[in-house]
Structures are given as C-alpha cells and as structure tokens.
C-alpha cells in the first residue's frame, strides 16, 4: 500500500464536497417541503471544515518527501497552485460568462467581488470567517483565500534548515501573539479578531487552526498506525455516529474549532487509525467521489446560478425533482472538469522521470 495514499482520507474529502453541495442545494427542498431542506442539509456547511483539516494533514505527508531547500520550495508551490489554480479560473470564467458577464461592470459592488474573486482578496473586513460575499456569485472562494494562504505559508517557511519551528513560530505569530498585542482576548470563534483589516483578520483567524490540527494529526499518523485497527474501527464507527447524532439535532454545525471542527477531527484521525480495515471496504465509486472533490467544490455553484436559470427555462422548477437534476449535473460536470482541467494540469506539476 502506498503510505503516503489513505483510502479513508479520500473518501472523506468526497464527503466534504457532497455535504457543501448538499447545504447549496438544499433551498429546492425548502421550496416544496419548508425546512426539510435545512433538517436534512443545514449542517452540510461544515464540510468546509473537514476540508481544512484534511490539507493539513496531506500537507504533512507532502513535507515529508519534500527536500528544505529553493528548488524543494519551488515544487511544492508549484504542485499545490496547479492543483487549484487553472480549475479554478475555468471555472470562474465559465461562471461569469453564464451569470451576466458584462453587465457586471455596470455594478460598482459586482465589479469589486469579481476582482475579489480574481486575485483572491478578502474584502469585507466585518464578514468573518468569509470576508467577501459568501452570497454572491463566486462565494464558495472564501475557502480558497485561506487554502492559498496556508500553502504559500508553509511553502515559504519549509526552504529554511528548521522549517518545522519556523511553521510553529509564524503561526503562534499570527494566531494569538498579533491579536494578544493588538488588545484582543483571544479566542476560538470563527468570527475571528477585528483588526481593521481583510486580510488581517483572515491571517489571525482561528479557522486556520483547523489545517494546524490536521497537520498534528499527520505528525502522529506513524503512531496511529500501529494501534489496534479493530478498536480504531470501533472508535471511527462511534465518531461517525456522535456525528450524525449531533448534526441531526444542530449541534456544533458551526465552522472552527469548537463548531463541527473537533468532531471531524476526530472522525479524521480514527479514520486514519483504521486505515487497515475500513480502506478495504471503501467502493471504487466513492473513491471516485474523493477525486473530483475539488471539481465538484467549485462546479456545483453553477446549478443555483449560471445553469440554474436554464433549469428553470427547460422546466424543471424548485423542488425535490430539480435537486436530484442538480446533483447528477453537477457530479458530470466535476468529472468531465477533473478528467480534462485537474488531471492533465496535475501531471504537468509532476517532475519528469
């Protein structure tokens, strides 16, 4: 097995993207049944959280085969912006075109959140954890602004001899020491600190604290791995289940650490421990689900926007009928997004043998 591939970690990360895509859709739902939508999907939101926490960890497993010098530096960034970066803008681009594109500009507002979504700028220094329009048309990039921080982060700081104590020391920097000196009492809400800046108040946020946790959990997975996978299996059974009985009832479906962070932290890291066990019995098409999660993240977007109002041209109006639509356009399009954008730009970041 390769041991730097976890069959449970992919699988997880497709069960993120469903739960955002979920919670998206779940107004349809609404539409015909009121609040049955947001029983069923309110809590989906918090699939953003595991996905903070899985980068964190596959971060780890990266370092881990990535030399402290310029040219390893190079290749780390350049590996982690090719995999977001040329789907990203795709995606955008398709978007805008299928969301009124030029009359954009007519919008002082719209102008300004596009440019936003361009150069991946947190504006709104108010709207924590988002810090843009998380309602708008390119609102689900709210997440990426923290994944590309992260990344240039630690990329920047892994070139250096003790890079681990480099990582620590610029995040206990940047998470408690500017907001302690700033006059903050600190704090674990996803709301995070009042700086009188966007991008300062997302670089303290505590919602970063959740790659910080995955990244714990992929220093201790050598450990995990030699515990007893049966009673890890138990334990990752019960995790799932505390989860979906917390859920079910709205508890902790908030973003951060002390929302729905620390129990997918924990589903992550039993996750892990079971490995041996559960990535046995994990199907081909769930598997499938974890590869084009981040297709699937940014594509689905389209069928409230852009292609939603063609839905309703052919139509299919709100309700069950088009959330099923919905969900089957949205996992073909993230394929066809992930087999001919993802793939091909992934394989150009790889080194040639």
Known sequence: MNPSYFKSVHALRGFAALSVMFFHFRWNINAKSSGLGDSLFGWGATGVDLFFLISGFVIVLTLKTTPATLSGTVHFLKRRLFRILPAYYIILIITFLLSGAMSTFHYADKTQNLISALTFQPIYPEH??????????YGIRWTLNY???????VGLLLGLPRRALAIAIWFVLTLFAIPWLAGKNLSLAEQGYDLGSAQLNLVTNPMILLFLVGMLIGLSEPLLRKLNANLMLIMFTASVVMMAALFSHGLFVGHGLTGSGWIYALVLLFAIASEEKIGKFIPRAWLMLGDISFSLYLVHTLMNQGLGKRLNGLGIEDGPWRFCVSVVLSLLLAWLAWKYIERPFNALSKPRA
């Open 128 to 137: 924590g954890p988002f810090y843009v329009d998380d309602s708008g048309m």
């Open 147 to 153: 994944e590309l921080y992260f990344y240039l982060a």
